[in-house]
């Protein structure tokens, strides 16, 4: 039986020694040494190394009532690995910055890590230091860094005029099980899915390093769809200074999609474009490489063409060619417009 | 003039821009690429790596009666400085993860950046990515990665038996300046040097390469003063498995430090053994390493020599050969003991 992670009885220091046996004990060629108060690394000669950070903020960026803590777990991880796939990056470790209220209960914190370490044992990517503090909310930071072959990292600015725009897995399903969760619906017929998505995002990190070399399924550029594909793509069009058009009727969507988004009064064709969170990645290739489904095969996860990079500047939307609208751009902190719970 | 750091009106990706902006371009042999979602670093050939992450959360580690906003920035940026010396290391880059209340004001925002980014040119430490999301209260995030020659780490667990004990700097100071700043004291004659102890702390952490050198003025194991030298010491001595025996009668203090200690009610030996934030550098040297006077010329810091490392373990505090009580440990998250706004 684990010893309950009651903080006022571990204080600070029994909080770290809890967190290291449950770690366990961390050997890597490429690790030097773990500590509080710096981790020592040695990177392998010929390789570049993607440094990200990424925090989740208790009712900033999830609710416990729409969450559990080993999900927490999973996707506090799962977001910086998704930022580092995108880089081309293969994970190597992380550092945790865990900020807990004084309420936070035992069973809460024990399910965060175990959430947390099984995804850093799954990704081969281990917690080698960091910090915990007092916070008035759940304060989850992430440092993470990746390597990669050097030279080989994928950029958002790296793509040309006439390159094809591909996505991994299917598109609006995380903000679709933001608004099942919310509106008490996660329990319909067909909601786990999406609910689990939204709770537990698995993205495609390891086509990242894929993508990333040299070879017939090259990227040219890529970035992952943290804020929706609207904003995202409008990073990429905009760091590689082209314009992107898109053919939306190509967006690929999960079995049941609509038909929930319906059903919620939800339109799948917003949230595929602006939902956010969906944590699949969108890169650019080469119009002479191969077909989006030589890239599903070699990345083994479905790859959909989804249109094309030119010259010029800003995303156009077209249905079967004829020009949309404008979506509105995905979440982003700070604007009230849109309440921050919203994601 | 600035444009104002109105977050409503500037959004997350406003205010990313405006730090970019603020942050200026960044060029350096290491940095392949800034990005949002990760940093591209290509460490030199015959480099080891020290890595390491801070948070600074409001009305934990800060309020804002007590301090202002580009000390905050400043320190910061000073505490991951501090953690990449004690590791030996000369610091590269760092990512902030920026968490801001909605009603954060502009001219906060505009103070902490500038202090921040001060503080990072003096220790030329650029800022290279990061994130930016709401949160309850200010929620500081800093990554921060440091270089040093392979193999040369500063480790808490390096010392051996007979080794000796030094100290840079002065003790106590921070805890004081807090002190006179909680009880609206900061004003008084002589208050003003503790007072900048507590909210702009400057870490010796340039001491820390010059330490991790081989050489004569070389450290055997090495940790920074940020939970109180009892704490610290504690961690250093059980890291190494050894005993520490210190002279507490030749622990540095600042000048005007005792009188102004009991002139508030405080005890100055307790602050200096227990008070925290200290950020000065506790390292062993091997027995036959020459006096603390010769490190002190070549750190370019006042370096005392406290203490020795004996086989055994526990940390005894000696007053002219006479031991004393074990003093209470130093501050500690979550114990409720003490209340968090004591730090």
Same mark, same amino acid.
Do not use: N
């Given at each position: 039986v684990a010893r309950p992670l009651d903080l006022e009885a571990l204080g600070e220091f029994g909080l770290i020694e809890a967190i290291?046996?449950?770690?366990?004990?961390?050997?890597?060629? @490429?690790?030097?040494?773990?500590?509080?108060?710096?981790a020592l690394l040695r990177p392998r000669a010929g390789t570049d190394l993607a440094w990200t950070h990424d925090a989740l903020i208790e009712a900033v960026h999830f609710r416990w009532d729409t969450t559990d803590a080993a999900s927490l777990g999973r996707k506090a991880l799962a977001v910086n690995l998704s930022d580092l796939g995108a880089s081309g990056a293969r994970p190597l470790g992380f550092l945790l910055s865990l900020g807990l209220p004084q309420q936070?209960?035992?069973?809460?914190?024990?399910?965060?890590?175990?959430?947390? *370490?099984? #995804?850093?044992?799954?990704?081969?990517?281990?917690?080698?230091?960091?910090?915990?503090?007092?916070?008035p909310v759940w304060t989850l930071g992430i440092s993470?860094?990746?390597?990669?072959?050097?030279?080989?990292?994928?950029?958002?600015?790296?793509a040309r005029a006439g390159d094809r725009l591909l996505v991994t897995g299917t598109l609006g399903g995380a903000a679709l099980g933001l608004a099942l969760l919310e509106s008490g619906a996660g329990g319909l017929p067909g909601?786990?899915?999406?609910?689990?998505? %939204?709770?537990?995002?698995?993205?495609? @990190?390891?086509?990242?390093?894929?993508?990333?070399?040299?070879?017939p399924v090259s990227a040219t550029a890529a970035?992952?769809?943290?804020?929706?594909?609207?904003?995202?793509?409008? %990073?990429?069009?905009r760091?590689?200074? =082209?314009?992107? #058009?898109? @053919?939306? #009727?190509? =967006?690929?969507?999960?079995?049941?999609?609509?038909?929930?988004?319906?059903?919620?009064? %939800?339109?799948?064709?917003a949230l595929a474009l602006s939902g956010g969170e969906d944590y699949e990645l969108l890169f650019s290739v080469a119009s002479s490489a191969?077909?989006?489904?030589?890239? %599903?095969?070699? =990345?083994?996860?479905?790859?959909? #063409?989804?249109?094309? *990079?030119?010259?010029?500047?800003?995303?156009? @939307?077209?249905?079967?060619?004829?020009?949309?609208?404008?979506?509105a751009g995905g979440f982003e902190h700070f604007k009230t417009s849109r309440a921050p719970s919203d994601k």
């Open positions: 290291r046996r449950r770690a366990g004990s961390v050997r890597r060629p @490429w690790l030097l040494g773990i500590g509080d108060d710096a936070a209960r035992p069973a809460q914190i024990d399910g965060f890590l175990g959430g947390l *370490l099984a #995804e850093a044992r799954a990704a081969d990517c281990p917690l080698v230091g960091g910090d915990t503090v007092a916070a993470a860094v990746g390597e990669l072959a050097r030279g080989r990292a994928l950029r958002r600015g790296g909601a786990a899915a999406f609910v689990r998505r %939204q709770q537990r995002p698995r993205p495609p @990190w390891r086509a990242g390093p894929l993508l990333a070399r040299r070879g970035i992952d769809l943290s804020d929706g594909l609207a904003a995202d793509l409008g %990073q990429l069009a760091a590689s200074g =082209l314009a992107a #058009e898109v @053919w939306v #009727e190509r =967006l690929p969507r999960a079995r049941g999609y609509a038909a929930l988004c319906h059903g919620r009064g %939800q339109d799948p064709e191969p077909a989006a489904g030589v890239f %599903q095969k070699r =990345l083994g996860c479905r790859t959909t #063409e989804i249109g094309v *990079l030119r010259s010029g500047r800003g995303v156009r @939307w077209l249905r079967h060619g004829v020009r949309l609208p404008d979506p």
